[in-house]
């Protein structure tokens, strides 16, 4: 029998740590003439602190096309007609000026569950993982750093929350990333198998007691333990989908190295966004997520104050610190979007026209939660770049993540507080 060629059983077949590129042959009909078109993904950079509001922004008299970057965007003046910046996004529900992660994807209300000081929805780029991750093998992949709470990021410590309101897990240094992503586990396969078999048994008695308990209870109760079965079928999926990979070995570029271990700052960001690059070249997976350091980064710049002083910047060092670590953020783009335009996808276009990158924070500088600082770029939602659009006044920052969605062919009528779509951008 003819069985259809497809990525994953070519792989089965392999022992190579070497990266297979996107191949024309793969998913398409026999003998097509034109190639598969490449995947989309999607990156969410999230900055904690904000950033320093003065020299950040362009002028709001200068719309569309006929803008100056500033200087805390300079570094971006290459990539000018590719980037785009909008002001007037913010979060209704926002109040608490240094949580500039936690509510940054999800735009949901804290107190919207009666009773509870503390609630969240499902963030952006989980939608995304759940239309673009059933192919790969990560769903999504979310990245940290060591700085936890110290960089303004708020509670959770991720950007990526589930539909259960939950954070998301993810690595806090390059060397856990690189080996989740590119290092094969050792173990013999019938080992793996059956451990994940004795997962998948233990799981299956927690739920049958879980449906047992349930009976007799009052309705706060049930409610509870209904979203603790949401919690394990969660489970379910991704156990099902570790064992449909279990045989499949992990691929890396053959360039690509294991990162130092005490990388910190500056070089640590550096070498995550080479590993997001390195992921989305062997499709390892579609969406990620950034939780950025602010201390380190500032640390690493030979700054002595604290990144919480920093953000309280006035006329200053603090206010130095505040447009160097703007600055650093710039640089470590624009490189990020060079090498993104540099990797040819199978159609002949670049990876970066598939991709759809998110930079900001639910912070705009020091306490003010207005005017999210919010710039993206890449070809993946059909945006078109190279523009300073400025918004109404309170537009929510949901608006943009449902725009971003849908452009990139997601089918969801809404996301968070949002609105509607900002047409604008298209």
Known sequence: MNRPRTRRRFLQGGSTLLALPLLESFG?????????????????????????????????????????????????????????????????FSNEAHWGSTFWLTGANRYAVPGQSFSNTISADQVAAEAFGKETRFTSIQLNSKD???????????????RQGKPVAGMDTPVAAFHRLFSDDKTPFAERQAALRKRQSVLDTVLEDAKSAKRGLTKRDKDKVDEYFQSIREIEVRLGKEEQWLDVPKRRPSKLTAPPANASGLNEMKLMYDLMLAAFEVDATRVFTYRQPVQALIRSLGATISAHNMSHYNMGE??????????????????????????????????????????????????????????????????????????????????????????????????????GMIEELF
């Not at 078109?37 to 990156?43: D, F, S, T």
């Not at 708020?154 to 990526?160: D, F, N, V, W």
């Not at 523009?387 to 537009?395: C, D, F, I, L, S």
């Open 148 to 162: 936890g709470t110290t960089s303004g990021h708020g509670p959770g410590l991720s950007l990526a929350w589930n």
């Open 28 to 92: 398409l009909p026999a003998f097509a003439a034109n190639p598969v078109a490449p995947p989309k993904r999607m990156i969410f950079l999230g900055m904690g602190f904000g950033v320093t509001r003065e020299t950040w922004f362009p002028h709001l008299a200068e719309t569309g096309t006929d803008y100056t970057l500033p200087p805390g965007l300079a570094a971006l003046q290459a990539h000018k007609n590719d980037i785009t910046v909008i002001q007037n996004l913010s979060n209704q």
């Open 318 to 419: 603090r206010m130095d610190v505040s447009q160097q670590r703007d600055h650093a953020q710039a640089e470590l783009l624009s490189g990020f979007i060079d090498k993104l335009k540099a990797v040819e996808e199978v159609d002949g276009s670049r990876l970066f026209d598939n991709v759809t990158l998110a930079l900001g924070s639910n912070i705009s500088s020091i306490h003010h939660l207005n005017n999210c600082p919010t710039l993206i770029t890449g070809g993946g939602a059909g945006v078109k770049h190279g523009r300073h659009v400025v918004q109404p006044e309170k537009t929510p920052l949901c608006n943009l993540w449902l725009s971003l969605l849908q452009g990139s062919g997601i089918e969801v009528e809404a996301h968070g507080d949002s609105t």
